[in-house]
Structures are given as C-alpha cells and as structure tokens.
C-alpha cells in the first residue's frame, strides 16, 4: 500500500525519458512517470495529448522510439512473447468500449484468459465467471448474454470482469465513465473504488471525468506539453502552467470540485 | 477422529480436524485448479458444527476467497454448521464484498435437452429460418424490382451514375487479370482433354467444336458469374455489413437517403453492365487457351484453328451464352446486397454473412445455368 509519509514506496510502473511519435509528429517527449502500489493515478490531458497512446505504450501495444518503461520491474515494449505473458497475466485491461469478443458471450468472455493461463475444471470456471458478474454489479443472467445484447454501460461492467478475471494486481481504464450517463458514471466510480480496496489493487486510469477524478484517484497525472506533471488535487489547483489552471478552475472543474466538499 | 491432509500443491494447503477446517498459505488463482479438485472432493467427517480457520493465510484473491466461500455453503448444504470463517484482518473487506454480491441462489438454471430434443430442435429452427430467409429474400426481390421500375421511369431523378460507373470499373476492370488467367487456363484444359478423348477415335479435329460450343455457352459465363461472386459478391456483403455496423446505414436512413437508390441498384446495375462484357472477354480467352493448346499437341496452326471455329460455331452458340449474363449479374448483386443488409452490429455477423452470401449466390448461378439448360433444350435453341 502506498503511504504518505515519504517512506519507500514500490514503483510498480517506472517511465523513464520516453519518446513516442508517429512519423514526424513527436507525442510524448523525454517523459517520465511513477506509479506506486496500492494507488488509483488518473491520467488527464487535452484531447490528442497522447494519453491513449502513453496507455498502450505502457502495454506494449505501441512501440516507444526512446526511453524505457519498467511494469513489476521489467521492461515492456521491448520485451519479448514469453516474457511479455508473464507481465500480461498480472494486469488486466478494461478497453474504452469494453473490447468484448462479439461472437462468445460474457461468461466465455470472462474465461478467455482462464481457459488460456490456467487448469481449472469447467464447472468451476463457470462459477468464477459467475463471481465476477456479480463483483462488477451485473445481474446473474448477463452470463449468457452476447455483448450486442448488452447496452454501454453494462459493456463495461463486463469488460472490467474480463479484466479481473486472473485477479490482477494492476489494473488499467481506458475512459471507464465515459459515455455513461451521470448515476451510472457515478456507480462505476464506486465500484472501483471498492474494488480497488477490497482486492487491493493498483489503478492506472485514463479519464477525462472530473467527478471520478476527485471520487477515486490518489494522485493524478496530466499530460500536458508532452510531458507529464503529478499531483494530488489540491497541488495541481495551484499549478499555474495555463491548461492546467484552465482545468482545475475553469467551470466544471468547480463544480466537480465542489461536490467534493 | 480422522485428520485428513490435504496435498494441494506446493503453497497453498487446507485440512479438517476435529471440527476445524484450518486453511493457509498462498490462495490465489495460481493455486485455484488444485484446491479447487481437492476441495470437491473434502468429506468434513462426522462434525455437525464447524468452524473455519483461514488466518493463516497469507494471500488471498477474489478466487481463493471463492473456494472458501463455497466450501463454507458446501458444508451448510449438508447440514452442518458453519459458526465462523476467520481471514485475516487485511482481507475481511474482500470476503464481505463477494459474499454480499454473489448469491447463488439468484443464478439462473439453464434448461438442458436431451440430445435427441436437441437435434429436432435445430432441425426445426433451421428450416424455419430458412423459410423465413426465402420468404424475406422475395420480399427483397419485390422492394428492388419496384425500385427499378421508378428509377426507369424517372432517371434523372434517381439514378447514381458516379456510383454505377465506379461499381463497372470495381467489379468489371479490375477483375480483367483474374478471369483472363482463368478463362485461358480452363481453354487449355478442356482442349487437352477433348483432344486426349477424340484421338482415341481419331476424331481429334472435333475439339475445336467441343471447346467452342463448351467455351461459348457454358464455361465462359459459369466460371465469369463463379469468380464474380467470389469477388464482387462478397465485397457487396462485407462492404454494406461493415457499414451497418458503423451504423452509417442508419445515418443514411435518417437523411432520407433511400438506401436502395444510393447503395443497391449502382451496385445492380454496375454488375449487370460489367459481367456480359466480362463474359465475352472471357470467351475470347478461353479460345485463345484452347488455340494454344491445339497448336502445341496437334500442331494447328492458328489461323487454321480460326477457320475450324468459324465452321463449327454460329452466333447462336455466343448469344446463348451471353444472354445469361446479366441474369447471373443481378442474382449476384441481389444476393450480396441483402446479406449485407442482414448483417447485426458485431464482427462475427460481418464474416458469417460473406461466407453465406457467396455460397448462395454460387448456388443459385449454378440452379440458374442448369434451368437455362432445360429451357433452351425445350425450345430447340
């Protein structure tokens, strides 16, 4: 767990001097990033600031130019099939539209990587995915569901259980409120924030939310310049780098703020 | 009183004694498989009150908390007691979390069937659907054909003659190498057979006759409308699918666009202009792979071949050929037009409908020629 008061903290993804671009255009530039155990890090940035590409770069879905990048003390991006497993099997990923496989319904969608990375029988297999549908607030009879059946927001109940389903230590959210309405936005905050507690779970969150922002992170991140800035909430408001003061003070950050209090 | 020792792989065991069910080490998913096996099968001995000790373990996950979850209401359901389920502090939050989500008892029962209900059951279903599809097809038919109709009456209104023309070049031009090569080939292969056969009579001057009238009034068309459909009726499929799923039809649909004017008949029409012109160039081929080969095997030369043809084929044998073309080109689109209307909004639908909507439209070119057969034999053409 991570604590405040300056002790040793584990650094479970270490970002150092990374580059990234697409052909002549450079989206991030000699970067660097922490983040601790136990912690929820949201990512904000402007639109096209790079923080989808800064997330699948971290997975490995995007090769860096420079730099490097160290998830559980090993280097992704350059890391090779089996050793990239390893690491796969210890985070789980929740896709912006939830990434269900289409044609499997959610239960199979949910033992995808149990049937892959495991032994288990299929009864209990069955009951795990059970489990998760329940951990993630879907009714019991979404199990036999296709994704086509299912609306948005349930698309990505069921993707953060496909996520959970190798019971990660890390867990990354590609806008995981995004296009949900503002009860159910609200919900899904709440439900990873007690799952982040009770599984004890490390969350890197790419949002544009407010509201979730102030609800659930730890310490957010913003991309700003192609480079990155952290902070608690209260650091960033005095931040006086313009997009970030434009963010934090402009009027919705005043009003998500203001729930806060 | 027995004591049963668990061995449950190397870092996670459990064991009942005296009533106590005592678990430890490393519960995690690593380990779930086995105690999982080892679990189903526990026999918790005669105790009718039980209480569970898994203090001692070290980690523990939302699937080890599982396995204790379910051992707990295993032994309940047998008429047990369970007074207590001890974790350690750091992982009471977990437990209590699961244990208010997941009720078993809310879980659905799926309804299973015998497997001979089950066969009449997909039996039943896939002749139902296929009445269905036939029906929806027809009706299909009918929107078109009306559709037609109006646009015949009012071109300028309605006909997309960027479009039309695009589709020509889209399923006519670029298909020229293909059903060049092809054509050229199956010349060359019907003339090395007719000319293998008839030698046997000495009647190997016949193969020019064979290959004309097979060339002209069934290979050239079949094979043209076969690698057409592999081509261009798939692409109709996949094309209007994927737009279904990007929902650009619905967009089209709120605009008013009517989808049969802007997507369909181009698409109709292009084909039909396309596969007569197709067919011819692919006779031509098929006798040029034909002259090739009779030069080579029987040493005739090619104007020779020229006159031989001339004799043996009338024009009647080329209009024969010809003037199913655009049957086959309209069945085609038709067919590669609708399925891709019948797509549903996943990836999977995409590549189920091109498979089907080739294997159909294949079929119904083939039904099509042989009735085309049974109807020229009738009439004596």
């Given at each position: 767990?991570?604590?405040?008061?300056?002790?040793?903290?584990?650094?479970?993804?270490?970002?150092?001097?990374l580059?990234?671009?697409?052909?002549p255009?450079?989206?991030?530039?000699h970067?660097?990033?922490?983040?601790?155990?136990?912690e929820?890090l949201?990512?904000?940035?402007?639109?096209?600031?790079?923080?989808?590409?800064l997330?699948?770069?971290?997975?490995?879905?995007?090769?860096?130019?420079?730099?490097?990048?160290?998830v559980f003390?090993?280097?992704?991006g350059?890391?090779?099939?089996?050793r990239?497993?390893?690491?796969?099997?210890?985070?789980?990923?929740?896709f912006?539209?939830?990434?269900l496989?289409?044609s499997?319904?959610?239960?199979?969608?949910?033992?995808?990587?149990?049937?892959?990375?495991?032994t288990?029988s299929?009864?209990?297999?069955?009951?795990?995915?059970?489990?998760?549908?329940?951990?993630?607030?879907?009714?019991?009879d979404?199990?036999?569901?296709?994704?086509?059946?299912?609306?948005?927001?349930m698309?990505?109940r069921?993707?953060?259980?496909?996520?959970?389903?190798?019971d990660p230590?890390l867990?990354?959210?590609?806008?995981?409120?995004?296009?949900?309405?503002?009860?159910s936005?609200?919900?899904?905050?709440?439900?990873?924030?007690?799952?982040?507690?009770?599984?004890?779970?490390t969350v890197?969150?790419?949002?544009?939310?407010?509201?979730?922002?102030?609800?659930?992170?730890?310490?957010?991140?913003?991309?700003?310049d192609?480079?990155?800035?952290t902070?608690?909430?209260?650091?960033?408001?005095?931040?006086?780098?313009?997009?970030i003061?434009?963010?934090?003070?402009g009027?919705?950050?005043?009003a998500?703020?203001?729930?806060?209090? | 009183?027995?004591?049963?020792e668990?061995?449950?792989?190397?870092?996670?065991?459990?064991?009942v004694?005296?009533?106590?069910?005592?678990?430890g080490?490393?519960?995690?998913?690593?380990?779930?498989?086995?105690?999982?096996?080892d679990?189903?099968?526990?026999?918790?001995?005669?105790?009718?009150?039980?209480?569970?000790?898994?203090?001692?373990?070290?980690?523990?996950?939302?699937?080890?908390a599982?396995?204790?979850?379910?051992?707990?209401?295993a032994?309940e359901?047998?008429?047990?007691?369970?007074?207590a389920?001890?974790?350690?502090?750091?992982?009471?939050?977990?437990?209590?979390?699961?244990?208010?989500?997941?009720?078993?008892?809310?879980?659905p029962r799926?309804?299973?069937?015998?497997?001979?209900?089950y066969?009449?059951?997909?039996?039943?279903?896939?002749?139902?659907?296929?009445?269905q599809?036939?029906?929806?097809?027809?009706g299909?038919?009918?929107?078109?054909?009306?559709?037609?109709?109006?646009?015949?009456?009012?071109p300028?209104?309605?006909?997309?003659?960027?479009?039309?023309?695009?589709?020509?070049?889209?399923?006519g031009?670029?298909?020229?190498?293909?059903?060049?090569l092809?054509?050229?080939?199956?010349?060359?292969?019907i003339?090395?057979?007719?000319?293998?056969?008839?030698?046997?009579?000495?009647?190997q001057?016949l193969t020019?006759?064979?290959?004309?009238?097979?060339?002209l009034?069934e290979?050239?068309?079949?094979?043209?409308?076969?690698?057409?459909?592999?081509?261009s009726?798939s692409?109709?499929?996949?094309?209007?699918g994927?737009?279904?799923?990007?929902q650009?039809?619905?967009?089209?649909?709120?605009?008013?666009?009517?989808?049969?004017?802007?997507?369909?008949?181009?698409?109709i029409?292009?084909?039909?202009?396309?596969?007569?012109?197709?067919?011819?160039y692919?006779?031509?081929?098929?006798?040029?792979?034909?002259?090739?080969m009779?030069?080579?095997?029987?040493?005739?030369?090619i104007p020779a071949?020229?006159?031989?043809?001339?004799?043996?084929?009338?024009?009647?044998?080329l209009?024969?050929?010809?003037v199913k073309?655009?049957?086959?080109?309209?069945?085609?689109?038709?067919?590669?037009?609708?399925?891709?209307?019948?797509?549903?909004?996943?990836a999977?639908?995409?590549?189920?409908?091109?498979?089907?909507?080739v294997?159909?439209?294949?079929?119904?070119?083939?039904?099509?020629?042989a009735?085309?057969s049974?109807?020229?034999?009738?009439?004596?053409?």
């Amino acid at each position: 767990m991570a604590d405040n008061n300056g002790n040793k903290k584990d650094v479970i993804i270490k970002i150092r001097g990374l580059v990234t671009g697409f052909g002549p255009k450079i989206v991030h530039d000699h970067l660097d990033l922490d983040v601790y155990r136990g912690e929820v890090l949201g990512l904000v940035g402007g639109s096209g600031s790079g923080k989808s590409v800064l997330l699948r770069t971290i997975i490995g879905l995007n090769k860096p130019r420079e730099g490097s990048i160290e998830v559980f003390g090993a280097r992704t991006g350059y890391a090779e099939g089996s050793r990239m497993r390893a690491l796969e099997v210890r985070w789980g990923i929740l896709f912006q539209e939830g990434a269900l496989f289409s044609s499997q319904t959610v239960a199979e969608n949910i033992q995808v990587p149990l049937r892959e990375y495991t032994t288990m029988s299929q009864e209990l297999m069955d009951e795990i995915a059970a489990m998760k549908i329940a951990l993630v607030g879907l009714p019991p009879d979404t199990a036999g569901k296709m994704p086509s059946e299912l609306s948005g927001g349930m698309k990505k109940r069921a993707g953060l259980a496909r996520a959970l389903a190798l019971d990660p230590e890390l867990l990354f959210l590609d806008e995981p409120t995004s296009g949900l309405d503002p009860i159910s936005a609200n919900q899904f905050d709440e439900l990873i924030a007690e799952l982040q507690q009770s599984l004890g779970l490390t969350v890197f969150m790419v949002t544009h939310d407010l509201d979730s922002l102030s609800a659930v992170t730890d310490r957010i991140a913003v991309l700003v310049d192609k480079k990155i800035k952290t902070g608690t909430i209260a650091e960033l408001r005095k931040d006086q780098t313009p997009w970030i003061h434009e963010y934090f003070s402009g009027p919705r950050g005043h009003a998500a703020l203001a729930n806060r209090n | 009183m027995t004591s049963i020792e668990n061995a449950v792989g190397p870092s996670a065991w459990f064991k009942v004694e005296r009533g106590v069910f005592k678990a430890g080490g490393r519960w995690t998913i690593a380990e779930s498989a086995g105690l999982d096996r080892d679990l189903r099968a526990l026999d918790p001995g005669p105790a009718k009150a039980i209480t569970m000790d898994a203090s001692g373990i070290e980690r523990l996950d939302s699937t080890g908390a599982w396995l204790l979850l379910r051992t707990r209401r295993a032994m309940e359901a047998t008429g047990r007691t369970v007074e207590a389920l001890k974790v350690p502090e750091r992982y009471a939050a977990l437990l209590k979390n699961l244990e208010q989500d997941d009720k078993p008892e809310d879980r659905p029962r799926l309804p299973r069937m015998s497997p001979w209900r089950y066969r009449l059951y997909r039996i039943g279903k896939a002749t139902v659907s296929a009445g269905q599809q036939g029906w929806r097809m027809l009706g299909y038919l009918g929107r078109v054909t009306v559709e037609t109709g109006e646009m015949i009456m009012a071109p300028r209104k309605n006909l997309r003659f960027a479009a039309m023309v695009n589709q020509v070049e889209e399923t006519g031009i670029s298909a020229l190498p293909i059903v060049g090569l092809l054509s050229f080939l199956i010349g060359v292969v019907i003339a090395y057979q007719g000319i293998t056969q008839l030698q046997k009579f000495g009647a190997q001057m016949l193969t020019m006759d064979g290959l004309g009238i097979i060339t002209l009034r069934e290979m050239g068309v079949l094979m043209t409308s076969i690698i057409i459909a592999g081509r261009s009726g798939s692409a109709f499929t996949a094309h209007i699918g994927t737009m279904r799923v990007n929902q650009e039809i619905d967009a089209m649909q709120t605009m008013g666009l009517n989808t049969v004017d802007t997507l369909i008949l181009p698409r109709i029409i292009g084909l039909v202009i396309a596969l007569p012109l197709l067919t011819l160039y692919a006779d031509i081929m098929g006798l040029i792979g034909g002259a090739v080969m009779c030069y080579f095997d029987l040493g005739i030369s090619i104007p020779a071949f020229m006159r031989e043809l001339q004799q043996a084929l009338s024009v009647k044998a080329l209009m024969v050929g010809l003037v199913k073309a655009p049957v086959f080109a309209f069945v085609i689109a038709l067919v590669g037009c609708y399925e891709g209307f019948q797509v549903e909004r996943n990836a999977a639908s995409v590549g189920l409908l091109t498979t089907r909507s080739v294997v159909e439209s294949v079929f119904l070119v083939i039904v099509l020629d042989a009735a085309f057969s049974v109807m020229f034999s009738v009439l004596g053409v």
